[in-house]
C-alpha cells in the first residue's frame, strides 16, 4: 500500500474507508483465555471488517519491573500468538509499541493534560501500586492510561476492542481528548468508543472465580502455550459449588465461568448447552470444555511453534507493521504539535 493511502487525514474527522480499530496487549506474563477470548479472538473474527492495528504494548510492561531478555523475548511470543491466532499480516498491522516512537512522544503531551486526580481514580493503578507499594510503584505505572490514550488516538481510533476491565481505560482517554479538542478545536482528536461484548468480557479464574482470570494469578488461568494436560487438570480442579444442575445461573460464578467459556468456545447458544448437559454432572461439562480448549489451542500452538523456528521472518512481519503505521501515527502527532505550538 502507499504510503499516500496510509497517512491520516489532515483532521481527525476526515472520512474514512472503514472503522479504524486500534487495541494493544502487554508482553508480560503468559497469554491466557481471558485474552485470548475478551480480545483476541474477536479481532480475528472482525478483522475484515475494520481497519486494524494490534500493538504489543512494551513500553506499558516496563511500569512494572521486568528481566530485559525477558520482555524482548515475551514481546516476539507475543507477536507470534498474534499471528498463530489468525491475525493476516496483509490485512492487519502488527507492530511493537516502542518501534514507533510517536506513542511515547504524544503520551507525554497528554501527560500534560491529564489532571492527577483523573489518574488516581484509576482502580487499575490502585491495585497495582497496592501490590507494589506507593513509595515503589513508578512514575510510569501512575501515567499509564495516558500513554495508553496516545496509543488509542494516533490513529483516529473509532473503536477498541477490549475486555471489561479496560473500559476506565478508554473512558479517561475521550475525556483527555475532549478536553483538548473544548480547548484545540473539535478536529483534534477522534472520540474512541470501547467495544466490549456482552459474552467473554470478563473471564474469571478458575481457582477462585469471583477474581478475573490474570497474568498475575497462574493457578487460575489457562495459558494460551501451556502443555494439554496442564490445562486439563486445571480444568478438571476448578472451583465450582456443590449444585448439580447445569444453568446459565450467574449467582454460581464457577459454574458460569465454564459455561460461558464453552459457549464462546463451541459457539452454541445456552439453551442447546443447558439442553446438551441435562441430567449430566460437574465432572461432564469439564471434560467436555477441557476438550474444546484444546482443540481451540492445538492448532494455535502448532503455528505458534513454526512462526518461532523461523525468527527473522517473525521479526521482518513486525517491523514491517510498524513502517506502515508509523506515517499514520506521525501526521497526528504533527497535528497535535502544532495545535499545541511546540516546534
Ligand atoms: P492486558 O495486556 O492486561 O490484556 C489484554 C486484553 O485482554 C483482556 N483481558 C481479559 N478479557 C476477558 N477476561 C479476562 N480475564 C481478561 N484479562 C485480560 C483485556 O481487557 C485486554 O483487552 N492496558 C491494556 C493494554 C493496552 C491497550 C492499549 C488496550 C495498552 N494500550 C490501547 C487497548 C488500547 C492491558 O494491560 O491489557
Known amino acids: 500500500m502507499s504510503t499516500a493511502t496510509m497517512t491520516a487525514p489532515a483532521t481527525a474527522t476526515a472520512t474514512k474507508a472503514k472503522p479504524r480499530v486500534f487495541s494493544g496487549i502487554q508482553p508480560s506474563g503468559a497469554l491466557h483465555l481471558g485474552n485470548y477470548l475478551g480480545a483476541i479472538k474477536r479481532w480475528v473474527a472482525e478483522q475484515d471488517q475494520n481497519d ?90 501512575f501515567a499509564y492510561p495516558a500513554l495508553m490514550a496516545a496509543d488509542i488516538l494516533l490513529y483516529d481510533t473509532d473503536l477498541v476492542p477490549v475486555g471489561d476491565d479496560q473500559k476506565q481505560h478508554i473512558e479517561l482517554t475521550r475525556d483527555v481528548a475532549e478536553r483538548m479538542n473544548t480547548r484545540y478545536g473539535k478536529d483534534l482528536f477522534v472520540l474512541p468508543r470501547p467495544h466490549i461484548s456482552t459474552t467473554g468480557a470478563r473471564i474469571m479464574s478458575l481457582a477462585e472465580p469471583t477474581r478475573k482470570m490474570s497474568k498475575s494469578e497462574p493457578e487460575g488461568s489457562l495459558e494460551l502455550l501451556a502443555p494439554t494436560d496442564v490445562n486439563r487438570r486445571k480444568i478438571m480442579r476448578a472451583v465450582t459449588d456443590s449444585g448439580r444442575e447445569i444453568r446459565f445461573d450467574e449467582s454460581r460464578p464457577g459454574l458460569f465461568n465454564l459455561l460461558e467459556m464453552y459457549q464462546l468456545l463451541s459457539g452454541q447458544a445456552r439453551e442447546e448447552i443447558e439442553q446438551e448437559f441435562a441430567g449430566k454432572g460437574y465432572g461432564d461439562l469439564k471434560k467436555a470444555l477441557a476438550e474444546r480448549v484444546i482443540e481451540t489451542l492445538r492448532p494455535i500452538q502448532e503455528r505458534y511453534n513454526e512462526l518461532r523456528a523461523n525468527p527473522d521472518h517473525l521479526e521482518a512481519l513486525i517491523r514491517r507493521g510498524a513502517d506502515r503505521i508509523a506515517p499514520r501515527a506521525q501526521a497526528t502527532l504533527k497535528r497535535v504539535q502544532t495545535a499545541v505550538g511546540l516546534g
Request: hydrophobic share 45%; proline share 3%.
Open 52 to 141: 486494524n492495528s494490534f500493538c504489543i504494548v512494551d513500553l506499558h510492561a516496563i511500569t512494572v519491573p521486568q528481566d530485559a531478555a525477558a520482555l524482548h523475548e515475551a514481546t516476539r511470543e507475543l507477536a507470534a500468538v498474534f499471528f498463530a491466532s489468525g491475525l493476516d499480516p496483509d490485512r492487519v498491522s502488527v507492530f511493537v509499541q516502542s518501534h514507533v516512537s510517536a506513542h511515547a512522544e504524544l503520551a507525554w503531551i497528554l501527560n500534560c493534560f491529564t489532571p492527577m486526580g483523573w489518574l488516581e481514580r484509576m482502580t487499575q493503578f490502585k491495585d497495582k501500586a497496592a501490590r507494589e507499594g506507593t513509595e515503589r510503584a513508578s512514575t510510569g505505572l
